[in-house]
């Protein structure tokens, strides 16, 4: 089973920058398709973005195409969610969740991922 340790998260002004990390522990090279999620008070959780174990390919939520930029480094064991531009909407909890299925297109359903980590809290705000 692996767990995931996400970290990055804080206070930005809106138009800044931000790098969240999702480190999971015993990740090899394809086990795992990645995903990021988050979930603002009182709203229901959303897919930000995800990328596939075996291809790479990435997904990303409409609200964030041209901002958010995901990668992996399996090196690393770590997946990173690049967030520029940010705005006040994008304050939310951010979680990553590991899939052990999907292989060369990521699902953007929290219901398909099967391992979560503990999220990390990003606020926008002047």
């Known amino acids: 089973q692996v767990q995931l340790v996400e970290s990055g998260g804080g206070l930005v002004q809106p138009g800044g920058s931000l790098r969240l990390s999702c480190e999971a522990s015993?990740?090899?090279?394809?086990?795992?398709?990645i995903g990021w999620f988050r979930q603002a008070p009182g709203k229901e959780r959303e897919g930000v973005a995800c990328?596939?174990?075996?291809?790479?390919?990435?997904n990303y939520a409409d609200s964030v195409k041209g901002r958010f930029t995901i990668s992996r480094d399996n090196a690393k064991s770590t997946v990173y969610l690049q967030m520029n531009s940010l705005k006040t909407e994008d304050t939310a909890f951010y979680y990553c969740?590991?899939?052990?299925?999907?292989?060369?297109?990521?699902?953007?359903?929290?219901?398909?991922?099967?391992?979560w980590g503990q999220g990390t809290q990003v606020t926008v705000s002047s």
């Open positions: 015993r990740f090899r090279r394809y086990d795992y398709t």
């Open positions: 990328i596939s174990r075996i291809s790479g390919s990435t």
């Open positions: 969740a590991a899939d052990p299925d999907s292989g060369y297109v990521c699902p953007m359903k929290g219901g398909e991922y099967d391992y």
